[in-house]
């Protein structure tokens, strides 16, 4: 294979991750992020770009051979499409397969037509409709605004007076703007959730192993929904034969359903999957679609992954190739700023100790790069080095600022190892959840 000059857009844990996982393989010559963070400048180096055609045109400048893109918005503005038109290869679906996650309306009607199991819904932007459906529902009640909200947009409403409340404020524009004015009302389903990624060239599908995330900022699932806290792999919670099922009634029949209807997805396609137990079954619905990998999931499935992942972004025919696991876990605790997710933090150094390797590593996210620090080792192209990255040259900017991912035998081992990192790390008024993975531990328990 030739070698490759990688263009990776994003700036959170997951790119930083992808980067990491790249930049161990020979066959990448260079590694480019946009705009990439403060620490994506140990992996390789930052740029920026100003629209798709300015991004068309430093790829060919960089001579770059490999765009991966990470998160949805840059998918559903179609900047894939405008890569493919100029010849520059990418991994990443195109505008019209990214409004699985750009729109729950799309997404909800792809599941009716194809048959994948989801959530009893209307969507409307008719309040005297959306009151008729809500009293055929039983308590709670689940509101979701059609479009993009930053993984805010949906509301669990405890009865009928709240949901209706919050209905108008949506239809009205006040609670989500635009993206708030058609509404996906859909019945509320007790079980546990996964996500699963399935990786796609338009036609086959691999499935990733099986994750968890962690939602809510608090311990035992309190308080409010977040980016995610924590999030391990695999989870014990999911059997063959739920993940079997997962697989042929969700993802490949939703990459047949995209191909039969002539927007093929190729890329990775994240399963938010709900687990309910019916007469004593365990049965798989569809929560959502997202068209990206998800953060913090990306950072745990990584370092999981034997078969390189180079290969898996340059397969055109995912059918000849196999997946190939490590038989280990890995854990993912979310390190955030004081006040995440309510406000933006003051920013404050980082401060990290040395530690085992062995142990797992750090994932980098919501940081920026301290100008007041002196950086002696500091090389023309701003090459950071890890020792710097210790002494706090590194400044907590963002909500979620990194992820100690911990990686061992054992469930109970990978989450050992992940809190034993925490322990070399400092940075003022870090949060993070205590229970990550315990969901998983719990149940090889019981
Ligand atoms: P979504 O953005 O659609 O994944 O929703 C965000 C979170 O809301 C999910 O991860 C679930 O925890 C919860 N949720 C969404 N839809 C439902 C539903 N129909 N029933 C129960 N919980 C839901
Ligand atoms: N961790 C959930 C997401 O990436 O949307």
Same mark, same amino acid.
């Given at each position: 294979?030739?070698?490759?000059?990688?263009?990776?857009?994003?700036?959170?844990?997951?790119?930083?991750?992808?980067?990491?996982?790249?930049?161990?393989?020979?066959?990448?010559?260079?590694?480019?992020?946009?705009?990439?963070?403060?620490?994506?400048?140990?992996?390789?180096?930052?740029?920026?770009?100003?629209?798709?055609?300015?991004?068309?045109?430093?790829?060919? =400048? #960089?001579?770059?051979?490999?765009?991966?893109? $990470?998160?949805?918005?840059? &998918?559903?503005?179609?900047?894939? +499409?405008?890569? %493919?038109?100029?010849?520059?290869?990418?991994?990443?679906?195109?505008?019209?397969?990214?409004?699985?996650?750009?729109?729950?309306?799309?997404?909800?009607?792809?599941?009716?037509?194809?048959?994948?199991?989801?959530?009893?819904?209307?969507?409307?932007?008719?309040?005297?409709?959306?009151?008729?459906?809500?009293?055929?529902?039983?308590?709670?009640?689940?509101?979701?605004?059609?479009?993009?909200?930053?993984?805010?947009?949906?509301?669990?409403?405890?009865?009928?007076?709240?949901?209706?409340?919050?209905?108008?404020?949506?239809?009205?524009?006040?609670?989500?703007?635009?993206?708030?004015?058609?509404?996906?009302?859909?019945?509320?389903?007790?079980?546990? =959730? #996964?996500?699963?990624?399935?990786?796609?060239? $338009?036609?086959?599908?691999? &499935?990733?192993?099986?994750?968890? +995330?962690?939602? %809510?900022?608090?311990?035992?699932?309190?308080?409010?929904?977040?980016?995610?806290?924590?999030?391990?792999?695999?989870?014990?919670?999911?059997?063959?034969?739920?993940?079997?099922?997962?697989?042929?009634?969700?993802?490949?029949?939703?990459?047949?359903?995209?191909?039969?209807?002539?927007?093929?997805?190729?890329?990775?396609?994240?399963?938010?999957?709900?687990?309910?137990?019916?007469?004593?079954?365990?049965?798989?619905?569809?929560?959502?679609?997202?068209?990206?990998?998800?953060?913090?999931?990306?950072?745990?499935?990584?370092?999981?992954?034997?078969?390189?992942?180079?290969?898996?972004?340059?397969?055109?025919?995912?059918?000849?190739?196999?997946?190939?696991?490590?038989?280990?876990?890995?854990?993912?605790?979310?390190?955030?700023?004081?006040?995440?997710?309510?406000?933006?933090?003051?920013?404050?150094?980082?401060?990290?100790?040395?530690?085992?390797?062995?142990?797992?590593?750090?994932?980098?996210?919501?940081?920026?790069?301290?100008?007041?620090?002196?950086?002696?080792?500091?090389?023309?192209?701003?090459?950071?080095?890890?020792?710097?990255?210790?002494?706090?040259?590194?400044?907590?900017?963002?909500?979620?600022?990194?992820?100690?991912?911990?990686?061992?035998?054992?469930?109970?081992?990978?989450?050992?190892?992940?809190?034993?990192?925490?322990?070399?790390?400092?940075?003022?008024?870090?949060?993070?959840?205590?229970?990550?993975?315990?969901?998983?531990?719990?149940?090889?328990?019981?």
């Amino acid at each position: 294979m030739q070698t490759q000059r990688i263009l990776i857009l994003g700036n959170g844990g997951r790119e930083y991750s992808i980067g990491l996982c790249l930049s161990q393989d020979s066959r990448v010559e260079a590694l480019y992020f946009a705009p990439g963070n403060g620490a994506t400048l140990l992996l390789g180096k930052n740029i920026t770009y100003n629209d798709n055609h300015d991004l068309v045109r430093i790829c060919k =400048e #960089l001579d770059i051979t490999l765009v991966v893109v $990470g998160p949805e918005e840059p &998918l559903t503005k179609g900047v894939s +499409d405008v890569l %493919r038109a100029n010849g520059i290869r990418v991994f990443g679906p195109s505008a019209k397969a990214a409004q699985l996650e750009g729109s729950k309306a799309f997404m909800k009607d792809f599941a009716m037509r194809h048959n994948i199991p989801t959530a009893r819904y209307i969507k409307s932007s008719d309040f005297a409709q959306i009151k008729e459906f809500i009293t055929t529902l039983t308590l709670p009640i689940v509101l979701k605004a059609d479009g993009l909200c930053a993984g805010k947009g949906v509301i669990i409403a405890k009865d009928v007076d709240e949901a209706l409340e919050n209905a108008s404020k949506m239809l009205s524009g006040e609670l989500f703007g635009e993206a708030g004015k058609v509404l996906v009302v859909e019945e509320y389903l007790d079980g546990f =959730e #996964l996500s699963v990624f399935a990786l796609s060239d $338009g036609k086959s599908s691999l &499935l990733l192993n099986p994750a968890q +995330d962690h939602k %809510r900022l608090l311990d035992n699932d309190e308080g409010p929904n977040t980016g995610g806290m924590g999030a391990y792999t695999p989870t014990p919670m999911c059997d063959e034969e739920l993940f079997r099922e997962i697989q042929t009634n969700i993802m490949q029949r939703a990459i047949d359903g995209m191909a039969d209807d002539g927007m093929p997805f190729c890329g990775v396609l994240f399963g938010g999957i709900m687990v309910v137990r019916k007469e004593g079954k365990l049965t798989p619905y569809l929560l959502e679609f997202n068209v990206r990998f998800g953060d913090p999931e990306c950072e745990v499935l990584l370092p999981s992954l034997e078969t390189p992942l180079l290969d898996l972004l340059l397969a055109s025919d995912l059918g000849a190739l196999q997946v190939r696991f490590k038989n280990t876990y890995s854990v993912g605790i979310v390190l955030a700023s004081k006040a995440y997710p309510y406000a933006k933090s003051e920013a404050k150094p980082i401060f990290i100790k040395d530690f085992d390797n062995s142990l797992g590593h750090i994932s980098f996210a919501g940081v920026e790069l301290n100008t007041q620090h002196s950086i002696d080792s500091h090389t023309s192209d701003k090459k950071l080095r890890f020792v710097d990255v210790q002494n706090g040259a590194l400044l907590a900017t963002g909500g979620r600022v990194l992820v100690s991912v911990g990686v061992g035998n054992t469930l109970l081992q990978a989450r050992e190892n992940a809190y034993k990192i925490i322990e070399s790390i400092h940075f003022e008024g870090m949060q993070y959840r205590s229970d990550i993975a315990m969901r998983g531990i719990r149940f090889l328990d019981s």
